[in-house]
C-alpha cells in the first residue's frame, strides 16, 4: 500500500533502512548525515528492527566492523559524509576487493579545508576509484528509492559489490519534501532474503579472506574484479525497472531531459538536475533548444547511454561540483568528453560549481545554457572551463 | 575451487578468496633459501636438538628419529647447524646449488 509522508532526506535513508532491517548496521555519525545514524538509532532503542547496531568510535572503524559482519555472512549498511568518508578511504578499497555487498548512504559534502560542511562532490569523488558503485540521487524521493534498490543491486550475485547511495548535503539531506512510501512486506519482497555468498561463518567450507597477496597473484585479481563491472549497468536498470512495476517510479542509469531535440546540452549529477529542469523548460518557452543529461550511476560509468543521450549535441556543458585541483578538468567532465572521443568533434565544456555549499541558481545555469549556445557558434575560447559563481 | 599455479585470472575465485583450508602447506617458503643445510646420518646422535629449535618445524623426524631436513620449507637459517654437538657436526651449511 502506497503511502505519502513528509521526510527530510536523512530521515529518508533511516527509514529505508529500517524498512530493510539489515542484520548489522555500523556507524558513526557525521554531519550532513547525522540524522541517518540518530533516527536509525530510535528505530533500533524501540525495538522496532532486529538490527545489531555498532557504535563504533570512528568512520574508519565503521566501515572495518561493516566488513567483518559482511564477510560472516550478515546484511550490512551504514552511512557516512565528507571527512568520514574519507576516514574510511583504505577500508573502502577492502570492502570492493572482497565483493562485500554493502550499502552506504553519502550525504555529499565538501573536504576540509577550510572546514565546510556544505554541499559539494568532492568526498565522493575522492572515492570514485575505489570499486564502489556510486548513484547519485536528485531528490527525497530519489534517495528513498534508491537505498531500496541499492540493497538489490549490491547482492545480485552477478555484481556483489558495495554500493554509495550519494545525495547533496543540506540540498536534500536536510530538506523536507513529500515522499511515497511502499510498506515493509513490499521493501522485503523487493530485496528478498538475504542470502550471503561464501560466508565466513560457514564452518563447512573453511576459506580464508583477504590473504597476502603478491606479484604472483594481486594483478589477476584486479583484472578478476575489473570484470564485475561490466554486470552492473544491467543489473541497475533491471532493478530500477522491477522498481518501476512495484511503485510507478521507474529508475535507469541516466536520465535524460529534453535531450531528443536539443541543440546543446547539461551534463551533471545531483540535486542540481532538479533545478536544471526548471532553467530547461524556461528557455524552451523561449525557443532555446536545450535539454539536461542527470547522470544517476556514475560508477561504473554508463559509457554508451551517455555518449547515445548527447553525441547528436552541437555543444555540451559538463558540470562538476567538485575542483580536481591540477587536473584537466574535473572528474565528470574527464570521463565524459573521454567517453565522446571519436564519437563527436563537438566542444565539450567544463563548469564547476557550488564548491563548499555555494548556491547554484537559475540565472546561472540559463547561462551556462547560453555559453554552450555561443560556443557551438563561434567556437571555443579560452581554455573552456568556467567557475560558475565564484567572486572574481 | 582448487587455484591451479599460474591459473589466468578467469579462473580465480571471487574476491580472492581461498575456498579450501591448510594451503599454507602448498605454499614452498624455502624456495629463496641462499644455504642449504646437510645433514649427515653417520654423525648424527639423535639428540634431536635440531628439531627442537628448527624455527620453521622444517626437520622431517620419523619413529622418534631425524630423518634430515624438509627443504620444501626450510628457509637455510643455520640455526640447526649450530645447535648439532660440536664434537658431531652432523649438520653443515653448504651454498644453496653446491653439491653437497
Known amino acids: 500500500m502506497a503511502e505519502t ?20 548496521v555500523a556507524a558513526y555519525p557525521i554531519t ?14 524501540n525495538g522496532e528492527v532486529d538490527t545489531e547496531f555498532v557504535a563504533v568510535e570512528s568512520e574508519h572503524s565503521a566501515m572495518s566492523a561493516c566488513i567483518g559482519a559482511s564477510c560472516a555472512g550478515a546484511r550490512v549498511m551504514t552511512g557516512t559524509s565528507s571527512q568520514g568518508l574519507a576516514l574510511m578511504w583504505e577500508m573502502l578499497y577492502i570492502a570492493s576487493s572482497l565483493r562485500r555487498p554493502i550499502v552506504m548512504a553519502v550525504a555529499n559534502r565538501a573536504l576540509s579545508g577550510n572546514i565546510n560542511i556544505h554541499c559539494d562532490h568532492s568526498d565522493a569523488m575522492g572515492a570514485r576509484d575505489s570499486g564502489w558503485i556510486q548513484l547519485f540521487c536528485e531528490n527525497t524521493q530519489g534517495i528513498y528509492d534508491t537505498t531500496i534498490q541499492a540493497v538489490r543491486v549490491a547482492e545480485n550475485t552477478n555484481v556483489q559489490l558495495p554500493v554509495m547511495v550519494c545525495y547533496d548535503g543540506f540540498v536534500i539531506s536536510h530538506a523536507v519534501e513529500v515522499v511515497d512510501i ?5 521493501v522485503r519482497q523487493f530485496i528478498g532474503p538475504f542470502e550471503p555468498v561464501a560466508p565466513l561463518l560457514d564452518i ?4 580464508t579472506i583477504g590473504p597476502l597477496d603478491l606479484q604472483d597473484y594481486y594483478f589477476e585479481h584486479k583484472r578478476n574484479q575489473a570484470e564485475v563491472y561490466k554486470n552492473v549497468e544491467a543489473v541497475v536498470e533491471d532493478v530500477g525497472e522491477a522498481f518501476g512495476k512495484l511503485s510507478g517510479r521507474q529508475y535507469g542509469v541516466v536520465d535524460a531531459y529534453r535531450l531528443e531535440d536539443a541543440e546543446v546540452g547539461i551534463v551533471l549529477l545531483g540535486s542540481t538536475a532538479g533545478t536544471a529542469k526548471d532553467v530547461v523548460d524556461s528557455m524552451r518557452a523561449k525557443g532555446h533548444k536545450v535539454g539536461l543529461l542527470s547522470i544517476r550511476m ?4 554508463p559509457v554508451d547511454k551517455i555518449v547515445g543521450a548527447i553525441q547528436h549535441l552541437k555543444c555540451i556543458g559538463v558540470m562538476d561540483r567538485h575542483a580536481a585541483l591540477g587536473s584537466y578538468g574535473a572528474p565528470l567532465f574527464t570521463a565524459v568528453r573521454s567517453a565522446l572521443y571519436g564519437k563527436t568533434t563537438v566542444p565539450v565544456l567544463n563548469f564547476m560549481y557550488g564548491l563548499g555549499g555555494r548556491e547554484i541558481t537559475m540565472a546561472e545555469i540559463e547561462g551556462i545554457f547560453t555559453t554552450l549556445e555561443t560556443t557551438a557558434a ?4 579560452g581554455e573552456g572551463i568556467y567557475w560558475i559563481g565564484v567572486r572574481e | 575451487m582448487k587455484i591451479k599455479p599460474g591459473a589466468g585470472w578467469k ?16 605454499f614452498h617458503t624455502g624456495d629463496w633459501r641462499a644455504m642449504r643445510p646437510v645433514w649427515h646420518e653417520d654423525k648424527c646422535i639423535q639428540c634431536l636438538q635440531c628439531w627442537v629449535y628448527c624455527p620453521d618445524s622444517a626437520v622431517i623426524v620419523r619413529d622418534q628419529k631425524v630423518c634430515g631436513p624438509n627443504l620444501d620449507y626450510c628457509k637455510g637459517c643455520g640455526i640447526c647447524a649450530k645447535v648439532c654437538p660440536p664434537k658431531e657436526k652432523a649438520i653443515t651449511m653448504i651454498r644453496e646449488g653446491e653439491e653437497g
Open chain 2, 11 to 26: 579462473d580465480l575465485p571471487a574476491g580472492g578468496f581461498i575456498n579450501e583450508p591448510a594451503t599454507a602447506l602448498e
Open chain 1, 182 to 186: 511502499l510498506s515493509d512486506a513490499e
Open chain 1, 32 to 45: 550532513p548525515a547525522t540524522e541517518v545514524v540518530q533516527e536509525f538509532s530510535n528505530y533500533v532503542a
Open chain 1, 378 to 381: 563561434e567556437g571555443v575560447k
Open chain 1, 298 to 301: 556514475f560508477v561504473p560509468f
Open chain 1, 5 to 24: 509522508v513528509l521526510l527530510e532526506g536523512n530521515a529518508a535513508v533511516a527509514f529505508a533502512l529500517k524498512q530493510v532491517n539489515p542484520d548489522v
Open chain 1, 204 to 207: 563447512r567450507n573453511p576459506k
